[in-house]
């Protein structure tokens, strides 16, 4: 089955969506940002997941595919941060999700 669902998208991109939501939620309930290991600890993912995931959610392109523009990255002494990017006047994007 190559790791699909029959007529569904492949477990990963499921998973990495599902990831997503949850990155944007915890987002959203910590206007002062989270550290990258706190963040890791409250979703139970391995860092190398929530970073995969969220450079598809920052400002930084991957290849010819922009970001999404949603997630600021800041490092802060020894600590990644992650806030996230909302405009004015704009509803912000992890709100949607509730």
Do not use: H, Y
């Not at 190559?2 to 990963?12: H, I």
């Not at 550290?35 to 979703?43: D, G, N, V």
């Amino acid at each position: 089955m190559n790791g699909t669902k029959e007529n569904g998208p492949a477990m990963n991109e499921v998973n990495q969506s599902n990831l997503a939501d949850d990155i944007l939620r915890e987002l959203a309930q910590a206007p002062e940002g989270i550290s990258t290991a706190r963040l890791c600890k409250r979703l139970n993912v391995r860092m190398s997941s929530l970073l995969r995931c969220i450079a598809w959610l920052g400002t930084e392109p991957i290849g010819d595919q922009p970001g999404l523009g949603l997630v600021r990255i800041e490092q802060q002494d020894d600590r990644t941060l992650l806030f996230l990017i909302t405009q004015p006047n704009e509803p912000c994007a992890a709100t949607a999700l509730k």
